[in-house]
């Protein structure tokens, strides 16, 4: 592998409100270009608590309603034979002493089922969201944070990685490979592909055959660019505009390795500027 790494400035004060942190954007052949000023939620402070809490607001807006059928275990011709007769109340088959229906039974009905009417989505307020937001993106800039989470990154690399806008027109994952190997970060890549395996338990008899572990998270300016990233090994590419806690933060833990193109910060600076999240 090369050892060109992406390279960062100092951090500038940004006026009395914080510091804005600079990074060097990187070329397709890997050599540092223009320098880039990233936005003021690159500085906050990371909360992984509050990251957590909108990831599960998230996915908890995904479960599907579920629950069992109003008759389930009451299809049964069942009796009481009253008080007084030395035997349990449980209702009974009739002309029989089987016991039917009553949860305590076998096939009775469920005692605490499932509801469809439950109401299982998480609410967040807003301002916890768009903090939740800020919180995910400040950990992609933290080195430490990053590499606890298990990707594979070199101490010398500085992030979060910006790459010049040609990286949009990449459309083949042998041009991906050979771009990320001469960042250094193709490593990554391998691991996932390494650590992909076979799930265990009954997940795979319900299209969920193989676990795939997460790395790179690559940020476009629009969809349908740097299509080439597809195919690789646990990368994801996402459109600047659903770019979200998730995605920044899979699972709840936060730090994941990320990519943006020039053009992609450009868009992310005017989406917090307009205080869209």
Do not use: C, Y
Request: proline share 8%; aromatic share 2%; net charge positive.
């Amino acid at each position: 592998m090369s050892a060109a790494k992406p390279t960062a400035g100092s951090p500038t004060p940004a006026g009395p409100s914080g510091a804005a942190h600079r990074v060097r954007a990187v070329t397709l052949e890997g050599s540092p270009g223009a320098t880039v000023t990233l936005p003021l939620a690159f500085s906050v402070p990371v909360r992984p608590d509050l990251i957590r809490r909108a990831v599960l607001a998230a996915q908890s807006h995904r479960v599907q309603p579920h629950g069992t059928a109003p008759m389930a275990g009451l299809r049964h011709s069942v009796e009481w034979s009253g008080k007084g007769k030395g035997v349990a109340r449980t209702p009974r088959l009739m002309d029989s002493m089987r016991g039917a229906q009553a949860p305590n039974t076998v096939g009775g009905r469920p005692a605490h089922p499932p509801r469809v009417e439950s109401l299982v989505g998480k609410k967040i307020n807003v301002k916890e969201r768009k903090g939740a937001f800020a919180a995910a993106l400040a950990a992609t800039r933290d080195l430490k944070i990053v590499r606890a989470r298990g990707h594979r990154v070199d101490e010398a690399t500085h992030l979060p990685v910006v790459v010049e806008d040609p990286i949009e027109t990449v459309d083949s994952s042998k041009t991906a490979s050979e771009f990320l190997e001469r960042l250094g970060l193709l490593e990554d890549v391998v691991r996932a592909r390494e650590g992909t395996h076979i799930r265990a338990g009954r997940g795979k008899r319900r299209g969920r055959l193989r676990r795939e572990p997460t790395s790179l998270l690559v940020v476009t300016s629009a969809p349908g660019k740097a299509l080439g990233f597809r195919n690789l090994a646990g990368v994801d590419v996402v459109p600047i505009g659903r770019l979200g806690t998730e995605d920044l933060a899979p699972g709840g833990d936060p730090g994941r390795l990320t990519i943006f193109s020039h053009a992609a910060m450009t868009a992310l600076t005017v989406r917090l500027e307009g205080g869209v999240e």
